[in-house]
């Protein structure tokens, strides 16, 4: 079956730490997404790209990289420069042209210790 | 990109149907409305997607008057399992979440 895959499930660092959350598609959609969520809250764009090689920061993205080598993939590195990465982590795809339907992952929640 | 404004919570009974409301006045020409769904610690589903009059699917449907500047999504005869988090969306490449809608079923 076609889905999008995030992993781990929940992850745990220390501060000072760098932490790379890994999403993969396989239903050779062109754009990815990266969202972060807090308790009650909606989801907040950290990045997305919209094709291969290239990537537009969204509205948070301080503290934050991305980087995308290959179609299926689309890792979300939490630096140290990140003042509160404690949240949970959502990536998405979408297949683009007018498919405006999003595809989600199941999340990776992350806490920083 | 155009700002969405629905209601904090709602609350209803199993068998009833729920329209929840969404406006959003800045709407583009190019933008669509999709509806998602949320439950605790998952991602969003997809329930529904339109761009004018009404859209119906196996799950809901979904009303936008001819000056799009609102829609509604109407859920038939809620059960407890529709207990979620639900988001009203407008836009073309990048979609911006609000807080979304808290919607409470109960026996």
């Known amino acids: 079956d076609g889905g999008i895959t995030q992993s781990p499930k929940y992850l745990f660092r220390k501060e000072g730490q760098n932490v790379t959350l890994s999403c993969e598609q396989n239903?050779?959609?062109?754009?990815m997404y990266w969202y972060r969520q807090d308790p009650g809250q909606g989801l907040r764009l950290i990045y997305y790209?919209?094709?291969?090689?290239?990537?537009q920061k969204g509205d948070i993205a301080e503290g934050y990289s991305v980087s995308r080598e290959k179609k299926e993939s689309f890792p979300l590195t939490v630096t140290s420069a990140q003042k509160n990465p404690t949240a949970f982590y959502l990536c998405?795809?979408?297949?683009?042209?007018?498919?405006?339907?999003?595809?989600f992952g199941s999340g990776t929640r992350l806490t920083v210790v | 990109l155009a700002k969405t404004t629905q209601p904090i919570s709602m609350d209803s009974y199993e068998g009833q149907e729920v329209n929840i409301t969404c406006s959003h006045n800045?709407?583009?020409?190019?933008?669509?409305i999709t509806w998602y769904q949320q439950f605790p610690s998952q991602g969003p589903r997809f329930i529904i997607q339109?761009?004018?009059t009404k859209v119906t699917n196996e799950v809901a449907s979904l009303f936008i008057p001819a000056d799009r500047k609102s829609s509604t999504l109407s859920l038939p005869r809620v059960s407890l399992s529709d207990t979620a988090v639900y988001y009203c969306?407008?836009?073309?490449?990048?979609?911006?979440f609000g807080t979304g809608t808290r919607l409470l079923v109960s026996p």
């Open positions: 998405a795809s979408r297949a683009g042209g007018t498919d405006y339907g999003y595809t």
């Open positions: 239903l050779n959609h062109d754009a």
């Open positions: 790209s919209q094709i291969v090689n290239d990537f």
């Open positions: 800045n709407i583009a020409t190019n933008d669509y």
């Open positions: 339109g761009y004018k």
């Open positions: 969306l407008v836009g073309f490449q990048k979609l911006v």
